[in-house]
């Protein structure tokens, strides 16, 4: 079986993380990652991206520590940077990713999880967080900075520079997480999220996601131009015009 596989089923691309015993990531299992992920991107039957562990108690505990600990520095850099690239290619993702959290997710598994648009968790007693000051280090592939964006700076500084993990629910209650599904019920319940949204308009969402995430560096005046230009190039689409039609017609839109 793969480390790595993807699965396709209704219009949703599911990345499947299989390594016991607890998804720890070295450097081919980044690089396999970004392979797994570019081959979602370019699939034309693929309009919602889904991080999934096959393992029950993880979603990601990181980087193999033993294999960083034997590593020379080179080597951890070399891993770190390709652990960066898989980070960043689901967060400028065309399409939306999803993170699906059943297990702990620590370290470098919490900011693929960040590096993801949302995050959908299943209640239950495992652990959250960025414990690399544990270890006299700190996250490098983006937990600083999108933790900071997600959630209350404070906070987020807190969590950082002590290094404790928290609960599914306490995540939740601080937006960490978008959803959170009692345990019994979170397979089926983030099934039916993530169809709902591959449901929906392919260039209309890339355009909205695009938006948030560069208007959010701009001044508002640009934000606003960037909004205006991107809102002008869907008016001709074909998802559009379905929409529109849809609407008039009084039905649910068939996007294509």
Not at 65 to 73: G, I, L, P, S
């Amino acid at each position: 079986m793969k480390t790595i596989s993807l699965k396709i089923e209704n219009r949703v691309g599911y990345i499947l993380i299989n390594k016991p015993k607890a998804n720890s990531y070295d450097i081919d299992f980044m690089k396999l990652m970004a392979e797994t992920i570019d081959q979602a991107v370019k699939n034309e039957n693929v309009k919602v991206i889904a991080v999934k562990s096959e393992l029950e108690k993880f979603f990601c505990a990181g980087a193999d520590v033993k294999a960083f600990q034997q590593n020379t520095t080179a080597q951890n850099k070399e891993m770190v940077k390709n652990a960066n690239l898989v980070a960043k290619k689901l967060a400028e993702s065309p399409k939306i990713t999803v993170a699906l959290l059943s297990g702990h997710t620590l370290g470098g598994g919490l900011e693929l999880a960040l590096a993801c648009d949302i995050r959908l968790a299943s209640d239950g007693q495992y652990f959250i967080g960025l414990p690399e000051a544990n270890l006299g280090l700190m996250p490098g592939n983006g937990g600083t900075q999108r933790l900071i964006r997600l959630v209350n700076q404070s906070k987020a500084l807190e969590l950082l520079i002590s290094g404790e993990s928290i609960m599914p629910d306490d995540a939740f209650d601080m937006g960490l997480v978008n959803q959170l599904y009692p345990k019994a019920e979170f397979e089926n319940s983030s099934k039916i999220y993530l169809e709902k949204l591959a449901l929906g308009p392919l260039q209309a969402m890339k355009a909205i996601k695009e938006s948030v995430y560069k208007g959010i560096e701009l001044s508002l005046e640009k934000g606003l131009e960037l909004e205006t230009k991107l809102a002008d190039g869907l008016y001709e689409t074909e998802d559009a015009k379905e929409g529109l039609k849809s609407f008039v017609e009084k039905r649910k839109p068939i996007f294509k």
